[in-house]
């Protein structure tokens, strides 16, 4: 899309992407509780928020290296090992389904209805402060070295 001149920044083509995939997919998070008991809804919100989600390969998914050609891999590395936290939900979520196990249904709804409201929310924040503009984090760290370098050598 940068390529053929569609857009001409990748802030705003990584905004685009990424927010298909962040409300996309929280739009079907919220399809789930009002697909009850019917199996064939509840399959189509599940496989259309993948869908979705695989905008974030165009979103916020390529921003490290977009952001520092010399810091990408350690960037990326750190934007997922926080995404990564997801990890400790069930965790989480097992003690607060156990509290009444004849809501199930609805405790799960509620649940539901959070992590779409979360998701939106994190879709807005980087809609509205999101940026894919290089920053040269070499040079400012490179040219610090040197003038600490300089006043030692003084």
């Known amino acids: 899309m940068i390529r053929k001149q569609y857009f001409k920044s990748k802030?705003?083509?990584?905004?685009?992407?990424?927010?298909?995939?962040?409300?996309?997919?929280?739009?079907?998070?919220?399809?789930?509780?009002?697909?009850?008991?019917?199996?064939?809804?509840?399959?189509?919100?599940?496989?259309?928020?993948?869908?979705?989600?695989?905008?974030?390969?165009?979103?916020?998914?390529?921003?490290?290296?977009?952001?520092?050609?010399?810091?990408?891999?350690?960037?990326?590395?750190?934007?997922?090992?926080?995404?990564?936290?997801?990890?400790?939900?069930?965790?989480v979520m097992g003690p607060i389904l156990d509290i009444d196990p004849g809501r199930l249904k609805h405790t799960w709804w509620y649940i539901l209805y959070f992590v779409a409201a979360f998701n939106a929310l994190g879709g807005l924040v980087f809609a509205l402060f999101g940026s894919a503009e290089p920053i040269d984090l070499a040079h400012n760290l490179v040219g610090k070295e040197a003038s600490e370098e300089e006043k030692d050598s003084q």
């Open 11 to 91: 802030t705003t083509v990584r905004k685009i992407h990424q927010s298909f995939a962040v409300f996309g997919t929280s739009a079907m998070f919220l399809l789930i509780p009002l697909a009850d008991c019917n199996k064939m809804l509840f399959l189509f919100a599940i496989i259309a928020s993948k869908f979705t989600y695989g905008f974030s390969t165009g979103g916020e998914n390529p921003i490290a290296t977009d952001l520092s050609n010399d810091f990408g891999p350690m960037l990326f590395a750190l934007g997922n090992m926080f995404c990564t936290t997801a990890g400790f939900a069930p965790q």
